[in-house]
């Protein structure tokens, strides 16, 4: 029986375009985590009874990872 060629460990074309994806989710879904804890404790800290700092950040979360992600795709 002749040796088998050792497979090579890249992923295919498809398979790094989803973990590229799962990525991007994954950064998304922490950063507005640590975004919202962090907000919270300052609303907490500033007695606000709504969470405006907390709204601000999120915001400002999103359109910067949204931006990240345009000039990615470019």
């Known amino acids: 029986m002749p040796p ?3 497979r ?5 074309e498809g398979q ?3 973990m590229k994806y799962m ?5 998304l ?6 975004v919202l804890f962090i907000g919270k404790k300052i609303d907490a800290y ?4 709504k969470l405006y ?6 915001l400002i979360t999103f359109v910067g990872i949204m931006y ?3 000039k990615d795709l470019q």
């Open 8 to 12: 090579k460990n890249t992923p295919s």
């Open 16 to 18: 790094a375009r989803y």
């Open 46 to 49: 500033l007695n606000n009874e």
């Open 4 to 6: 088998r060629k050792p």
């Open 29 to 34: 879904f922490v950063s507005f985590a640590i």
């Open 68 to 70: 990240r992600i345009m």
């Open 53 to 58: 700092i907390t709204m601000v950040l999120l």
């Open 23 to 27: 990525g991007l989710a994954m950064q």
